[in-house]
T-cell receptor, first 112, second 117 residues
Framework: LAKTTQPISMDSYEGQEVNITCSHN???????ITWYQQFPSQGPRFIIQ???TKVTNEVASLFIPADRKSSTLSLPRVSLSDTAVYYC?????????????FGQGTTLQVKP | GAVVSQHPSRVICKSGTSVKIECRSL??????MFWYRQFPKKSLMLMAT?????????EQGVEKDKFLINHASLTLSTLTVTSAHPEDSSFYIC?????????????FGPGTRLTVL
């Protein structure tokens, strides 16, 4: 399973755009890139998933370069409620096992 | 997205007792569920893969006799922590894997906080 590397923590202010980059140099051809958000004492919540180029939904955008060795989660105009841990995971897709191995995640602190 | 529930949400038990945690997929069937453990300020650690109708697959270092997993139906997996000790106190989270549209996705339960006294 591909290992991911993310910054341990990031700080931002309300209303700013936040970009969290994840490295996954050993990503396999069939792997998808998925981002989860976790609040304290809650299970992770799916944010966005992509395979290549750019994916956008109502809460975030995911940018994936052509070599797919990294990805960037973009959160537009963050609010205090976006303070959470964000995990980048590689796997799923057509993976037979479906196992997700969580890395350390990025703790995002949004300040007023 | 799909909903996964866990019961109980919180449990406190005495050392030496066994605790069962249920994980249910509420509006879909899941042939595969996963169990994770998370210690304070740490990431989720995959414990085992639960397959309906077959034995669970445990990750390296996880004692299968300590953490009994039963996936009796397509909507229910249970994790039993046997002879629990204080070091087993943790946040246990399950997830269910399902084909969502064209892709596979995993949906996570809300977690169960286990405190062993």
């Amino acid at each position: 399973l591909a290992k991911t590397t993310q910054p341990i923590s990031m700080d931002s202010y309300e209303g700013q755009e936040v970009n969290i980059t994840c490295s996954h140099n050993n990503i396999a051809t069939n792997d998808y890139i998925t981002w989860y958000q976790q609040f304290p004492s809650q299970g992770p919540r799916f944010i966005i998933q992509g395979y290549k180029t750019k994916v956008t939904n109502e809460v975030a955008s995911l940018f994936i370069p052509a070599d797919r060795k990294s990805s960037t989660l973009s959160l537009p105009r963050v609010s205090l409620s976006d303070t959470a841990v964000y995990y980048c995971l590689v796997g799923e897709g057509s993976s037979n096992t479906g196992k997700l191995i969580f890395g350390q995640g990025t703790t995002l602190q949004v300040k007023p | 997205g799909a909903v996964v529930s866990q019961h109980p949400s919180r449990v406190i038990c005495k050392s030496g007792t066994s605790v069962k945690i249920e994980c249910r997929s509420l509006d879909f069937q899941a042939t595969t569920m996963f169990w994770y453990r998370q210690f304070p300020k740490k990431s989720l650690m995959l414990m085992a893969t639960s397959n309906e109708g077959s034995k669970a697959t445990y990750e390296q270092g996880v004692e299968k006799d300590k953490f009994l997993i039963n996936h009796a139906s397509l909507t229910l997996s249970t994790l039993t922590v046997t002879s629990a000790h204080p070091e087993d106190s943790s946040f246990y989270i399950c997830s269910a894997r399902v084909k969502w549209g064209a892709d596979w996705e995993q949906f996570f339960g809300p977690g169960t906080r286990l405190t062993v006294l």
